[in-house]
C-alpha cells in the first residue's frame, strides 16, 4: 500500500483514515491514576466531532477502557502521546492490565517515569517490551544514552516517560504487543518502500516493515514515512485499533462471534465454540462496518461481529463479515399449518413441507413484521433456517410477494425454465416482477396464432394476465428482433425474389422468405443482388425472426484483376484473352450480362470491340467470377491502399483489391486532395491509406490523388442552416464536411434521410473521397442497462433508457471496451453493467465507468453537474449526455433537482454523464 495522509485535523477522513499511524491511550498523570479496566467509559469527546477522522478508532478504544478524556470530558486529539503513555495503553490492549498494577510502585527502574506509570513500565521490562539496553539512560540521568539501540531523543534532558513517542518506537512497541516479532526481523532485511528510510534507525526497519505490512501503518507526504516524527492520541488510537485484529487474546470485554438475535435492545452472540451470551444495549451504542457507522438493522442473524461490552452492556458493535450463515429456500405458500408450525411450499412445480422454529419471525419485503397466521395462500415467502444450530427449523420468514391478480403491458426481461418463472419489465411502473408460470399458461402470438412458452423471446413486448400470483397468459402484441443463421446450397429462388429454397447439411430443404431490405454478399462483387446467385452456391442466410435480411455466398467470389493488359477479343466465341503485370495469361468469357464500362459510360458487349481492343495493350479492370467476366472497365483511376510512395524518384506503388501491387509515375507536385486536410500534398499520403488516382491516357501515371476513407465518427456540432457536421473518431481525429443532399444520408430502418436526423453524440458512418463525400450513413446506439448476457448465442439484453428492452446479436465482429482497454470476450459484459452499443461494420460494446460520488452543484446554463472531489483526485465537473438519464428509482428527475451533497451514482461515457442515480 502506498497511500499518504497529511497532519492536519482538516484533511478529509476518508485519507487520513486510511493512513495516519497511531492513536492515544492516556493523556497525563491525573487521567491515568483515575481509570481502572472496569470503570465505564465515555465515548461523547466534546472535542472529538462525529465525523472527525478518527471517532471510530476513538470510540473503540474509549469501550475496551484503554483511552480516557483530559479535563471537562476532552479527548484533545491533536496532542502528542507520550512514551510512557503508549506502553500502558499497549498493555490494556493485551488485556494485562490487573497483571501490570500489581508490580509496587516503588518500583525501581533503568529509566525516569511519572509515579502512575511505574508499574506498567515496570510490567513492559519483565515481558520484554522495552528492554533495558534499549532505552536505559548510561549516565543515570533517566533519558537514554547513546548507547541505546531503540531509544528516542537520546541526549534529551526530558525524562525518558514524559517525552514524546516517535512513530518508529511505537511501531516497535504495538509490533511486540501483538507477538509478531517474528515478522519484524523477518522483515528487517527487506528494503523500505519509503524515501526517507535513510532517516530510519537501523533497529526500527522492521517494524516498520511489518506494520505496513499488516495494514496497521503507511506513510505522509510525498511517500515518506517520518520515522522520528512524533505521534498524537487521534493517530494512536488508530494505530492501536488497527493493531487489534492481530491479537490472538483478547480484553475480557470484547466478544466475537455470531450475532444470533437482535431485538428489545438485546444483542445475542455465539462465539465459534457454540457458547452464546446476551447483552444490553445502550442508548448511545454504536454500530460500525468499516470506518462507516451503519444501522443496528443493516446487522443479520449469523452476522460475524465484534463486541466491546462492559459489565453485560454493549456500548460498541463492528460487523466485521455480513455473509449470511442460513440456508434460504423460496417458493409459494401452498399451505399453513399454525398449530403444528408447518408450511407447506410449492417450488417449480414440487410441493414441500417445511419445520418452522417455535419463535419464527414473518416480516415483507421491507422488514416490517407480520403475524403468521396473517400470510396469504399464493404469496412468495422465503424461508430461512440457522445453519450454525444443528438440526434447527427454518426460523425467518420474509413475504416477498403476497397473491397478485392483474392485467399489466410491459416486455419480457428474461425467461427462466428452470426456475419456472417470467420477469416482466412493467410498462406503467418501469419496475421488473417475476411470477411463476401457471400449467395452464396460453400464449398468443401477433395475429392471434396460438404459440406455447418456447415462442416467447425475450424482448417480446406483451400483455399480461396474473392470477394469484400465476402468469395465465401471455398475448404478444410485438415481437422482439431474433436472429439465427442456417447454411446450405441454393436449390431455388422464385421468380418474384420472395422465397428462397435451400438443401441444409442433413439433407432436408428449408424455404424462408426474403426480406424486402435483404442483400447478397459475394467476395469481391460490392453490388452483389439476387440475379448474381447461381444453383449450388454454397450459401449462409442471416435471419431474423425467421426472414432471410443477408445471403453470403461462402463457395465462390468475385476475383478482381486491375490493370490487365487486353491481349486479344475473340467476338465469335465471346472469349477475352488478357495477361496481368506480370505478363500471366488468363482467358474469361463474357457474357451478356458483363458489365461493360467505358471512361464510365456503360455499354453493351456488341460494341466492345470497336472501343477496347483499337489499341492494342489497353489496361482493363475486371471482375471475373469463375471463368465468366462478371464486370469489365476501362482502367481510367487507379484504386487501392498505398504500399510505398517515393516522392523523390516520382512513383508509388498501390496493392489493388485483387492483391496486385502496381506501381505508377508522379509528380512532385501532384495534387492530392481529402476531407481530413486542407491543404493535402504528397507528403500527406502514408502507407496504407486507400486512395484513387486519376491516370494519364497511356495509363501509367498517376495524375491526382483522392484519399478513400470510411469511418465510424461520434457527432459533435451540427449547423441546419449551413447543412455542416463536425465529427471525431476513436482516436480523438476531428472532421468536419458539409452534406449538400439528403440523397447522401442513409437512415436503415427508418422512415426518413434528412439532415434533421443526425444528432449530437449519435454516430455516423462517413464515406468520402478526396473531397468528395460520398455517403453519410447513421448508426443506431442502443444504451441502457444489461439484463442478461449469452455467449453462446452472441446476445447481448439491455433495458434502454426509454424502458424498452432489445436483445442485440453482437456477431463474430465485435470489440469490448472496458476503461479503454478492448476486449474480444463478450464474457466481460456483466448483467447491470451499463453499456452502450453500437452496430457499424463490427459491433462496439462500450461499458460505462460507474462511480459513487457527492454532488456539488448543478450549472443549468452550461449543462454541467458538478460533484465534489473524491479521495483520489477524480474529475469535478462533467457536460451532460443531451438525453441522458436522470432517476432516481424508477422516477426520472430533472438535473435542477440534485441538490449538494446529494449521494449519486454515475455512469460516464466519453467523458459526459449518460446515466445519474440518486
Same mark, same amino acid.
Given at each position: ?14 485519507? %487520513? ?74 498493555? =490494556? ?9 500489581? @508490580? ?62 516517535? =512513530? ?6 504495538? %509490533? ?69 485484529? #492481530? ?15 437482535? +431485538? ?28 462507516? =457507522?451503519?444501522? &443496528? ?61 417455535? $419463535? ?66 412493467? +410498462? ?32 417480446? %413486448? ?40 435451400? $438443401? ?29 446467385? #447461381?444453383?449450388?452456391? +454454397? ?16 463457395? =465462390? ?52 470491340? &470497336? ?108 449547423? $441546419? ?19 449538400? @443532399? $439528403? ?14 436526423? %443526425? ?50 446479436? !453482437? ?35 462500450? !461499458? ?33 449526455? &443531451? ?36
Amino acid at each position: 500500500m502506498n497511500n499518504k495522509y497529511k497532519h492536519s485535523k482538516k484533511m478529509a477522513a476518508g485519507i %487520513i483514515a486510511l493512513s495516519v499511524l497511531v492513536a492515544s491511550p492516556v493523556y497525563a498523570a491525573d487521567t491515568v491514576t483515575k481509570t481502572s479496566a472496569t470503570s465505564s467509559t465515555t465515548t461523547a469527546f466534546t472535542d472529538v466531532s462525529s465525523d472527525h477522522w478518527a471517532i471510530k478508532h476513538i470510540t473503540k478504544l474509549a469501550a475496551l477502557g484503554i483511552i480516557q478524556g483530559v479535563d471537562k470530558g476532552k479527548f484533545s486529539p491533536d496532542t502528542q502521546v507520550s512514551r510512557q503513555d503508549v506502553v500502558i495503553m499497549a498493555i =490494556r490492549m493485551m488485556g494485562l492490565e490487573n497483571e501490570a498494577l500489581k @508490580n509496587k510502585s516503588e518500583t525501581i527502574l533503568p529509566v525516569t517515569v511519572d509515579s502512575y506509570a511505574k508499574p506498567y513500565i515496570a510490567y513492559a521490562f519483565d515481558k520484554g517490551l522495552i528492554t533495558v539496553d534499549e532505552e536505559a539512560d548510561t549516565n543515570g540521568s533517566g533519558s537514554a544514552g547513546s548507547k541505546a539501540s531503540g531509544s528516542d531523543n537520546a541526549k534529551s534532558k526530558t525524562a525518558w516517560g514524559s517525552s514524546p513517542a516517535s =512513530r518508529e518506537w511505537v511501531c516497535k512497541l504495538v %509490533i511486540r504487543a501483538i507477538d509478531k516479532q517474528d515478522l519484524a526481523d523477518k522483515k528487517s532485511a527487506d528494503s523500505s518502500i519509503f524515501q526517507d528510510a535513510k532517516d530510519m534507525s537501523s533497529w526500527a526497519v522492521g517494524y516498520i516493515n511489518a506494520a505496513v505490512s499488516l495494514e496497521i501503518v503507511n506513510g505522509v507526504d510525498d511517500n515518506n514515512f517520518d520515522p522520528k516524527g512524533n505521534v498524537t492520541r487521534a493517530q494512536m488510537a488508530t494505530f492501536l485499533s488497527r493493531a487489534d485484529k #492481530e491479537l490472538t487474546t483478547h480484553s475480557e470485554r470484547v466478544a466475537i462471534g455470531y450475532m444470533m438475535d437482535l +431485538k428489545d435492545r438485546k444483542i445475542t452472540v455465539m462465539d465459534k465454540q457454540g457458547k452464546t451470551s446476551e447483552y444490553t444495549l445502550a442508548s448511545d451504542t454504536v454500530f460500525y462496518k468499516g470506518d462507516s =457507522r451503519i444501522p &443496528s438493522s443493516d446487522i443479520k442473524e449469523t452476522n460475524e461481529v465484534y463486541v466491546i461490552q462492559d459489565r453485560g452492556t454493549a456500548s460498541y458493535i463492528e460487523l466485521t463479515n455480513d455473509t449470511e450463515q442460513m440456508e434460504t429456500y423460496e417458493g409459494t405458500l401452498e399451505q399453513l399449518y399454525v398449530s403444528k408450525m408447518m408450511v407447506s411450499v410449492s417450488q417449480g412445480g414440487t410441493e414441500d413441507l417445511k419445520d418452522l422454529a417455535e $419463535n419464527v419471525t414473518v416480516t415483507d419485503s421491507d422488514g416490517r413484521g407480520l403475524s403468521l397466521s396473517s400470510i396469504p395462500v399464493g404469496s412468495i415467502i422465503q424461508l430461512k433456517r440457522n445453519l450454525l444450530i444443528p438440526n434447527s427449523k427454518y426460523s425467518k420468514i420474509v413475504v416477498k410477494q403476497v397473491p397478485i391478480s392483474k392485467t399489466s403491458e410491459g416486455t419480457i426481461v428474461s425467461i427462466d425454465a428452470d426456475q419456472n418463472t417470467i420477469t416482466f419489465l412493467e +410498462k406503467t411502473s418501469g419496475e421488473n416482477e417475476s411470477f411463476p408460470i401457471s400449467v395452464k399458461l396460453a400464449v398468443t402470438l401477433p395475429g392471434n396464432a396460438t404459440g406455447d412458452l418456447s415462442k416467447l423471446r425475450v424482448g417480446d %413486448i406483451v400483455s399480461y394476465d396474473i392470477k394469484n400470483n400465476q402468469i395465465t397468459g401471455v398475448k404478444v402484441s410485438k415481437q422482439a428482433d431474433i436472429g439465427s443463421a442456417v447454411e446450405g446450397t441454393l436449390t431455388s429462388v422464385s421468380d418474384d425474389k420472395k422465397i428462397l429454397t435451400i $438443401n441444409k447439411p442433413d439433407n432436408t430443404l428449408g424455404a424462408f422468405y426474403i426480406d424486402d431490405n435483404a442483400v447478397v454478399s459475394i467476395d469481391g462483387l460490392g453490388t452483389a443482388g439476387f440475379f448474381d446467385l #447461381e444453383l449450388g452456391d +454454397k450459401l449462409k442466410l442471416d435471419l431474423v425472426n425467421e426472414k432471410v435480411v443477408k445471403v453470403t455466398v461462402t463457395s =465462390r467470389g468475385v476475383t478482381q484483376l486491375s490493370f490487365a493488359r487486353i491481349v486479344n477479343y475473340d467476338a465469335e466465341n465471346k472469349l477475352l484473352t488478357v495477361t496481368d503485370e506480370n505478363g500471366t495469361p488468363y482467358a474469361y468469357k463474357m457474357t451478356e450480362t458483363t458489365g461493360i464500362s467505358y471512361w464510365d459510360a456503360p455499354m453493351n458487349l456488341d460494341d466492345f470491340t &470497336s472501343k477496347f481492343t483499337k489499341t492494342k495493350g489497353t489496361k482493363v479492370d475486371l471482375k471475373v467470377s469463375k471463368d465468366k467476366v462478371v464486370s469489365i472497365k476501362y482502367a481510367k483511376d487507379a484504386e487501392g491502399a498505398v504500399s510505398q510512395v517515393n516522392a523523390s524518384t516520382g512513383q508509388i506503388t498501390i496493392r489493388t483489391a485483387g492483391g496486385q501491387n502496381v506501381t505508377f509515375g508522379i509528380t512532385a507536385s501532384v495534387p492530392v486532395e481529402t476531407l481530413a486536410i486542407a491543404n493535402a500534398t504528397i507528403s500527406d499520403v502514408k502507407i496504407g491509406d486507400n486512395i484513387v488516382g486519376s491516370l494519364n491516357r497511356d495509363q501509367d501515371t498517376i495524375m491526382s490523388i483522392a484519399i478513400k476513407k470510411t469511418a465510424v465518427y461520434k457527432t459533435q456540432i451540427t449547423d $441546419n442552416k449551413e447543412r455542416q457536421v463536425s465529427v471525431k473518431d476513436s482516436s480523438g481525429g476531428k472532421l468536419t464536411f458539409v452534406i449538400d @443532399n $439528403n440523397d447522401k444520408i442513409l437512415n436503415p430502418g427508418k422512415a426518413t434521410h434528412s439532415f434533421e436526423d %443526425i444528432a449530437i453524440d449519435e454516430y455516423m458512418k462517413v464515406a468520402y473521397t478526396g473531397k468528395k463525400l460520398e455517403s453519410v450513413e447513421l448508426l443506431t446506439a442502443n444504451r441502457g442497462k444489461v439484463t442478461a448476457v449469452d455467449t453462446a448465442s452472441g446476445t447481448i439484453t439491455v433495458q434502454d433508457y426509454t424502458a424498452g428492452v432489445q436483445t442485440i446479436t !453482437v456477431g463474430k465482429q465485435f470489440s469490448v471496451n472496458i476503461g479503454g482497454a478492448a476486449s474480444a470476450d463478450l464474457a466481460s459484459v456483466k448483467v447491470n453493467d451499463r453499456v452502450e452499443v453500437v452496430k457499424g461494420d463490427q459491433t462496439i460494446i462500450t !461499458v460505462a465507468a460507474a462511480s459513487k460520488r457527492k454532488v456539488q452543484a448543478y450549472d443549468s446554463v452550461l449543462n454541467l453537474m458538478q460533484l465534489k472531489a473524491g479521495v483520489s483526485g477524480d474529475k469535478t465537473t462533467y457536460t451532460l449526455y &443531451s438525453k441522458a438519464y436522470l432517476h432516481q428509482g424508477a422516477s426520472a428527475v430533472a438535473a435542477g433537482s440534485f441538490a449538494e451533497n446529494d449521494d449519486v451514482t454515475i455512469y460516464v461515457l466519453d467523458d459526459k454523464i449518460y446515466e445519474m442515480e440518486k
